[in-house]
């Protein structure tokens, strides 16, 4: 009898391992873990890539919705002659937009100024480095005028650049900027040019650079080199 017992048992745990062997490996916590980080990776990336979508055709509607995910006002500029901090105005929201998507993407810190006309502007946003041309390939689009009567011209004042042929509506090139540099304003620019920020500090740095030895085509002979980041 009591060898029958012992069978038994034996019997009964025989079976109780059996069970648990044949459980599903797929439900386990480690296989549910590892199927999503790469999902989670994908759509992190899909992001980044619509983060600078901007082109010719969504200008407008890029910028509206960007700025309201960006409100930065506030962005810093370092060179080898000092910094130099710009604000730039919130009621020019599409220029104030590019402005901080430019910086953010990293356009702004591959140029340098790169134009010098002393007692007039300091001009930067290009450079000739194969990178600059790269992206300005890539984004290649034009910014809407938003031009005010209030906002002159005067010392220290930001506007963007353009061309002068074939633009009637005098739209704004969103890579290349101006410092005027003139104590008493560039006023024949006013309304030619739309104006969006100015120096908050670092106007010695503006004069150091306007003090520089330039070549024929008005570019400094010693490149200054421009590190850009957003403040606030």
């Known amino acids: 009898?009591?060898?029958?017992?012992?069978?038994?048992?034996?019997?009964?745990?025989?079976?109780?391992?059996?069970?648990?062997?044949?459980?599903?490996?797929?439900?386990?916590?480690?296989?549910?873990?590892?199927?999503?980080?790469?999902?989670?990776?994908?759509?992190?990336?899909?992001?980044?890539?619509?983060?600078?979508?901007?082109?010719?055709?969504?200008?407008?509607?890029?910028?509206?919705?960007?700025?309201k995910l960006n409100p930065e006002t506030i962005?810093?500029?370092?060179?080898?002659?000092?910094?130099?901090?710009?604000r730039l105005y919130k009621d020019t929201p599409l220029h104030r937009a590019s402005f901080i998507f430019l910086t953010k993407t990293g356009y702004f810190s591959t140029t340098c100024f790169h134009r010098i006309v002393p007692g007039f502007i300091v001009q930067g946003g290009n450079s000739d480095h194969p990178i600059t041309r790269k992206k300005r390939i890539k984004y290649n689009y034009r910014i809407p005028s938003e031009m005010k009567k209030y906002h002159k011209h005067k010392y220290g004042s930001l506007a963007a650049a353009r061309q002068w042929d074939n633009n009637p509506k005098k739209l704004s090139s969103p890579f290349?900027?101006?410092?005027?540099?003139?104590?008493?304003?560039?006023?024949?620019?006013?309304?030619?040019?739309?104006?969006?920020?100015?120096?908050i500090e670092g106007i010695s740095t503006m004069e150091k650079i306007a003090?520089?030895?330039?070549?024929?085509?008005?570019?400094?002979?010693?490149?200054?080199?421009?590190?850009?980041s957003v403040v606030k």
């Open 1 to 67: 009898m009591r060898n029958f017992t012992v069978l038994i048992l034996m019997l009964c745990v025989f079976a109780q391992c059996k069970s648990e062997d044949s459980k599903p490996k797929h439900q386990l916590p480690e296989v549910k873990t590892v199927e999503s980080k790469p999902k989670k990776i994908i759509v992190e990336k899909k992001k980044e890539q619509e983060a600078d979508s901007i082109n010719n055709k969504n200008t407008v509607a890029f910028l509206k919705a960007y700025g």
């Open 75 to 86: 962005v810093l500029f370092e060179t080898r002659l000092g910094n130099i901090k710009i």
């Open 211 to 228: 003090k520089l030895e330039t070549d024929k085509k008005e570019w400094p002979v010693k490149d200054v080199f421009i590190k850009a």
């Open 176 to 199: 290349e900027f101006y410092m005027i540099q003139d104590k008493r304003g560039s006023h024949h620019l006013d309304g030619e040019h739309t104006i969006f920020g100015e120096i």
